[in-house]
Each structure stands twice: as C-alpha cells, then as structure tokens.
C-alpha cells in the first residue's frame, strides 16, 4: 500500500468558541492520535494567513493508507467521546481528506516538514486537477524545477485524494458541495516572503489550480511514531 496524507480543513464558526476548539484540538483530538498511533508519523496544524474560510487546518503523515481502514483509527471516529460529538455537530465546516502520495520533491535539510524540532513555518495549500495527457509525477517535477530558484522554498507534495467529506452547520446541501479537486498539493515555504516570490504566484494562478491557500504554522506536535512525547 502506499504512504498515506490526512487534511482537515476546520471553522470553528459561531457556535463553538476558539477557546473551545483549540481545547478539543490539542487535549482531545490530537493526542488520542498521535500518542497512541504509530501510524500517524507525524502532526501539525496550521492557521490562514489569508482572509478565507475555513481558518485552520490539520497535516498528518501516514505510514500507509491501509491504516484509514483499520480499527484502531476507525474506532476513534466510531466511539467519539460526548464532548467531541456535540462538538463536531457545532462545527461551521469540518472538510476532511484522505488521500495517498502522488509526488514528493524531497525532505529538505532547512525544516523537519511537520515535525517538532524544526518544522516548517509557511504553507501554501491548493487543489489541481491536470489534463488526461499529463501526470502528476510530470506536473510535479516541472513545478519543482520552478520552485528550486525560490529562496526559502522548501518542499513540494501532491496527494491523490481518494475519500473526502464535509460536514458541519455551514456545508450546503448536495453532491455539488462535496466536491474537491483530485489532487492536494503542499507547498512549504520558510518564509511567507518565500511564499510570497513571482514564481509561485505564477505557479498557483495556472487554470489548472484551484483552492489556493496560505497558512502559517500554529504547532507540530510530537507523537508516538517519533519517540518524543513527553
């Protein structure tokens, strides 16, 4: 199987508090991954830099997407606590997908990506969907080709989505809201000068892109799979 990616796309909205949504995240949601899971390598969650919704998002690096189907992940979702339940149920958006790797430019030695120690501070998040001719793999070497002249650019991954679902008191009705494009790209970046640079906004403004967005990294979180929980 191959390595998987999860993106969650949140808005809190006007019936659940900032306060109560960061609580939720970071004690609750969280930790009942990332501290019991060695499948979940690793976790970050970063907050718009821009002025869309929704206004945070959650990365998480799997070690394979078989894990998507297995009990002790889909348990968690299964056997929700009453505090996350009634939660959730009070969200504006909650847009999750699960998705598998397409392409990947490299680690890099300037960040750890989503890990702790040093992790990538400046995102650039978009769809793309991309003519029958042409592939990912193909699409992604070519833009990374661009993206090496841009100083602080870091690393470059397309994710092939394979499920997605969006809920929450703000998703309209109907199969026209669900849809998302095929595949999830990430840009990290050092610097939101960096993400900033001619070269990307040439790159994101193609037809072929859609969703484009930037964020800015609120916390990376330790887990299991990396041996530095407290």
Same mark, same amino acid.
């Given at each position: 199987? @191959?390595?998987?990616?999860?993106?969650?796309?949140?808005?809190?909205?006007?019936?659940?508090?900032?306060?109560?949504?960061?609580?939720?995240?970071?004690?609750?949601?969280?930790?009942?991954?990332?501290?019991?899971?060695?499948?979940?390598?690793?976790?970050?969650?970063?907050?718009?830099?821009?002025?869309? @919704?929704?206004?945070?998002?959650?990365?998480? %690096?799997? %070690?394979?997407?078989?894990?998507?189907?297995?009990?002790?992940?889909?348990?968690?979702?299964?056997?929700?606590?009453?505090?996350?339940?009634?939660?959730?149920?009070?969200?504006?958006?909650?847009?999750?997908?699960?998705?598998?790797?397409?392409?990947?430019?490299?680690?890099?030695?300037?960040?750890?990506?989503?890990?702790?120690?040093?992790?990538?501070?400046?995102?650039?998040?978009?769809?793309?969907?991309?003519?029958? %001719?042409?592939?990912?793999?193909?699409?992604?070497?070519?833009?990374?080709?661009?993206?090496?002249?841009?100083?602080?650019?870091?690393?470059?991954?397309?994710?092939?989505?394979?499920?997605?679902?969006?809920?929450?008191?703000?998703?309209?009705?109907?199969?026209?809201?669900?849809?998302?494009?095929?595949?999830?790209?990430?840009?990290?970046?050092?610097?939101?000068?960096?993400?900033? %640079?001619?070269?990307?906004?040439?790159?994101?403004?193609?037809?072929?892109?859609?969703?484009?967005?930037?964020?800015?990294?609120?916390?990376?979180?330790?887990?299991?799979?990396?041996?530095?929980?407290?």
């Amino acid at each position: 199987m @191959a390595k998987g990616f999860l993106c969650v796309f949140a808005e809190p909205g006007t019936q659940v508090t900032l306060d109560e949504f960061q609580d939720w995240y970071n004690n609750e949601h969280v930790p009942l991954r990332l501290n019991h899971l060695k499948s979940f390598l690793t976790g970050a969650r970063y907050s718009a830099a821009d002025t869309k @919704a929704p206004s945070w998002v959650a990365l998480y %690096d799997i %070690d394979d997407t078989s894990t998507f189907q297995h009990e002790s992940y889909t348990c968690l979702r299964a056997n929700r606590s009453p505090r996350e339940a009634d939660l959730v149920k009070r969200l504006s958006i909650l847009d999750r997908r699960t998705a598998e790797y397409a392409y990947d430019s490299g680690e890099a030695s300037s960040t750890t990506s989503f890990r702790p120690e040093n992790p990538t501070p400046v995102l650039i998040t978009h769809g793309v969907t991309l003519q029958a %001719d042409k592939s990912i793999s193909t699409w992604g070497e070519e833009t990374t080709a661009k993206l090496k002249a841009v100083d602080g650019w870091v690393r470059t991954r397309a994710f092939l989505v394979f499920d997605s679902l969006k809920t929450g008191v703000d998703v309209p009705a109907g199969p026209e809201a669900q849809k998302v494009p095929k595949y999830l790209v990430v840009h990290e970046f050092r610097s939101a000068t960096a993400a900033d %640079d001619g070269t990307v906004k040439i790159i994101v403004s193609s037809s072929s892109v859609e969703e484009v967005r930037t964020w800015n990294l609120y916390r990376a979180y330790p887990s299991i799979a990396q041996g530095n929980l407290q």
